[in-house]
């Protein structure tokens, strides 16, 4: 029996893991999906002192008080940099990485590192409508269809601005290439996405360093929610 950890990105909880973890568990696995602070039902905690810090530390968290061993710990958009971070902390605890739709990061770096333009926007965004400190979610993240598109719409919640500016601060900054990896692109985005990579670069890309498995699915952002099954395929060869 394998133990998925399954890591959220920004704007959304827990919530969007429920279609993929029926597959998991059918396969005779364990999984986890934590929402982070201030996030989906935990928005009551929402403050301007959470940062990426305070998520790495959630799901640090999570694997030592279930005290979780051989993790496969999956981290979308946002939680790449969360899980990038996490197992820099417990190498010991985790198994591989999967890196669903996202970028892979650099010691150093934070969100705003990586894509200035759009971080300067939202920054802009939580001045003028958030109190300084809270980003609202924008667009359907590929979930075009009813009734996904409306349970999308209605279950994202506010992102702590300092989620996007604190830097991943690693001890091992060669702790990704030393750990068992999946990349998973998703091919099918919508024009949003699209505008996203081109600002992104090479960096929205797969990785092409040697080590990485890579794998493809043929849908928007949000594959567990459009692709449920089709992501828990390319999740449990992994096993």
Same mark, same amino acid.
């Given at each position: 029996m394998a133990t998925f950890v399954l890591v959220?990105?920004?704007?959304?909880?827990?919530?969007?893991? /429920? =279609?993929?973890?029926?597959?998991?568990? +059918?396969?005779? !696995?364990?999984?986890?999906?934590?929402? %982070?602070? &201030?996030?989906? +039902?935990?928005?009551? +905690? %929402?403050?301007? +002192?959470?940062?990426?810090?305070? !998520?790495? /530390?959630?799901?640090? &968290?999570?694997?030592?008080? =279930? *005290? %979780?061993? #051989?993790?496969? %710990?999956? #981290? !979308?958009?946002?939680?790449?940099?969360?899980?990038?971070?996490?197992?820099? /902390?417990?190498?010991?605890?985790?198994?591989?990485?999967?890196?669903?739709?996202?970028?892979?990061?650099? *010691?150093?770096?934070?969100?705003?590192?990586?894509?200035?333009?759009?971080?300067?926007?939202?920054?802009k965004q939580a001045q003028a409508h958030g109190d300084g400190y809270r980003v609202e979610s924008h667009g359907t993240y590929g979930v075009t269809t009813e009734p996904d598109r409306s349970w999308v719409l209605r279950s994202v919640t506010p992102q702590p601005l300092k989620t996007f500016e604190q830097p991943l601060h690693l001890k091992n900054p060669a702790i990704v290439s030393a750990t068992p990896r999946t990349h998973i692109y998703c091919t099918g985005g919508s024009f949003f996405y699209s505008f996203m990579q081109r600002i992104l670069g090479r960096r929205a890309l797969p990785p092409t360093e040697a080590g990485w498995r890579l794998r493809q699915l043929p849908t928007g952002h949000d594959a567990m929610i459009t692709m449920p099954r089709e992501l828990a395929d390319v999740l449990l060869e992994v096993v």
């Open positions: 959220h990105g920004a704007w959304h909880g827990g919530w969007c893991w /429920q =279609k993929v973890i029926p597959f998991i568990e +059918e396969a005779g !696995h364990e999984v986890y999906a934590p929402t %982070l602070t &201030g996030m989906a +039902e935990r928005a009551s +905690e %929402l403050s301007p +002192e959470i940062g990426l810090d305070t !998520h790495i /530390q959630d799901i640090v &968290g999570e694997l030592v008080e =279930k *005290n %979780l061993h #051989g993790v496969i %710990l999956v #981290g !979308h958009s946002y939680g790449a940099i969360v899980i990038t971070g996490v197992v820099d /902390q417990v190498p010991e605890r985790i198994a591989h990485l999967v890196y669903l739709d996202t970028f892979v990061p650099r *010691n150093g770096e934070s969100m705003a590192d990586i894509s200035p333009l759009v971080i300067r926007l939202l920054r």
